[in-house]
């Protein structure tokens, strides 16, 4: 009996897997579809072990190439996350400290920069002027000498610590620092002690201009125009060269089971001894006033190399790269993902958790991931009650929790997530409350007549578009839906 409970046990595992692996396949099958995303790559590595490895799509649309597991991906600026891990590696053989000035390391330096240290390189949190220009051209015509002495006639941007702004001079002195301390080109170094030690065949640094086996092509609908990116929705060749001094801010070319390998060997103890080190180098950095900053409201912090996802439920370190490749390491969930695309713009953080889903329920948009604590309990309480009397529900939280707010801008987030759960009718009764709650406001009334419309209510549409108008004359989205109706 024990045995066949054994088989049976196991039996139910490997089909829960399937499950799994298959509905993960038609989501990222559909999730390209909706992007146009051409090729991807897929790693999910739980409990230590490589769960899934999956290749979709085309990894040359030119010639109709297969994306396959050996194919390889630009990973731009994830390559970061590895400068990090090469710090570490330094300090843990005593030869620096996170904490310490860079001027420690680097003799030739304005008086502004010495007080930097090697964190807030890390963190981009320094204040140093940027070696790119505006529209991310490597300064100096991509010379080392005429770049370095470019930069360092800039002023600073601001105190070191005081903010967040991502930076790629702090990358080429940390490729400096490790050259110098470690004997070897920083290249190097990282490959030695790092993609040898993994077994990382597939992976090395590289860029447009170097012929690589196997290595997709690279595109995107996005173009750079006077400064400012700009979508056209037509697929381009993009290509990208990045000089050597200039290849620790950006560089690697790897799979996406090379880095599932990389970050098995990171969290057991392969490339960093000390668990403190890896705790350290996902910690994210604390400015001056003590909060954290980061790129945006999902990845809002940034660590030593590795920007961060602040949160109560599920936090991750998630270092990104070149708007089409991403990873994130769950380490409260021995779980971590790796999806890399060729496609610039597809920007996979936004739906890596997504993913993290399908092994974690509760990560499920459709299951109120996502949305803050007191809008999770506004969920909860509107779903007891089918979504009916939704003002007096919030009135009720309201004076039973004198901590309970919430802003019209999360409110409205709701919304529209439960349009695209296809649930309309919850829409647009979450919209309706936003009206009574923010009556002044012609954002609420334009979300509110739209859904209307949406549902065929074109009376009501109408009426709640003319109260937006009025409350916002501006509103050129109310104006053309009214004119339109004339």
């Known amino acids: 009996m024990f045995i066949l409970m054994t088989v049976i046990t196991s039996f139910r595992q490997v089909m829960s897997a399937q499950t799994t692996s298959d509905s993960i396949d038609l989501f990222i099958k559909e999730k390209m579809r909706q992007m146009k995303i051409p090729g991807l790559q897929l790693a999910v590595i739980k409990n230590g072990r490589l769960e899934k490895s999956s290749s979709y799509g085309l990894a040359n649309v030119e010639h109709q190439v297969p994306t396959i597991s050996k194919t390889t991906f630009s990973i731009n600026s994830m390559t970061k996350a590895f400068v990090g891990v090469a710090i570490m590696q330094l300090q843990e053989q005593g030869k620096l400290k996170t904490d310490d000035s860079i001027s420690l390391y680097i003799s030739d330096i304005p008086n502004d920069w010495k007080s930097v240290t090697i964190r807030q390189l890390l963190s981009n949190t320094s204040g140093l002027p940027n070696n790119i220009d505006e529209k991310e051209q490597v300064l100096g015509n991509g010379i080392e000498e005429k770049n370095w002495?470019?930069?360092?006639?800039?002023?600073?941007?601001?105190?070191?610590?005081?903010?967040?702004?991502?930076?790629?001079?702090?990358?080429y002195i940390l490729g400096k620092i490790i050259t110098k301390l470690s004997g070897q080109h920083f290249t190097r170094f990282i490959e030695e002690n790092q993609f040898k030690p993994c077994n990382m065949t597939a992976t090395q640094f590289g860029d447009s201009n170097d012929i690589i086996p196997n290595n997709a092509g690279s595109y995107s609908t996005i173009i750079n125009i006077d400064g400012k990116w700009i979508n056209d929705g037509k697929l381009h060749n993009a290509f990208a060269t990045f000089p050597v001094f200039f290849r620790t801010a950006t560089g690697i070319i790897s799979t996406s089971e090379d880095?599932?390998?990389?970050?098995?060997?990171?969290?057991?103890?392969?490339?960093?001894?000390?668990?403190?080190?890896?705790?350290?180098?996902?910690?994210?950095?604390?400015?001056?006033?003590?909060?954290?900053?980061?790129?945006?409201?999902?990845?809002?912090?940034?660590?030593?190399g590795w920007p961060t996802v602040e949160r109560e439920d599920h936090p991750a370190a998630a270092p990104v790269g070149g708007m089409r490749s991403a990873l994130f390491v769950y380490p409260q969930d021995n779980l971590s993902i790796v999806v890399l695309t060729n496609l610039q713009g597809s920007n996979p953080e936004w739906f890596i958790d997504e993913i993290a889903g399908y092994y974690f329920p509760d990560m499920k948009v459709k299951n109120g991931f996502g949305l803050s604590k007191n809008l999770k309990l506004l969920r909860q309480e509107l779903i007891k009650n089918k979504f009916e009397n939704s003002f007096k529900i919030y009135s009720n939280i309201k004076r039973s929790k004198k901590d309970f707010s919430l802003s019209e801008d999360q409110i409205n987030s709701w919304g529209y997530q439960l349009i695209e759960q296809n649930k309309k009718q919850e829409a647009l009764k979450v919209f309706k409350l936003n009206t009574l709650l923010f009556p002044k406001s012609s954002n609420v009334y334009d979300s509110y007549a739209e859904t209307l419309e949406l549902l065929g209510n074109h009376k009501e549409a109408i009426i709640n578009y003319r109260k937006s108008l009025e409350l916002n004359p501006d509103n050129n989205n109310a104006r053309q839906f009214l004119e339109s109706t004339k």
């Open 149 to 171: 002495e470019l930069v360092k006639t800039l002023p600073m941007e601001f105190k070191p610590g005081e903010r967040f702004s991502y930076n790629q001079t702090g990358y």
């Open 259 to 304: 880095l599932g390998k990389w970050l098995i060997a990171l969290q057991n103890g392969k490339l960093l001894y000390n668990k403190n080190s890896v705790q350290e180098l996902f910690t994210s950095a604390k400015l001056n006033d003590g909060h954290i900053d980061g790129f945006n409201k999902l990845t809002n912090g940034y660590a030593l």
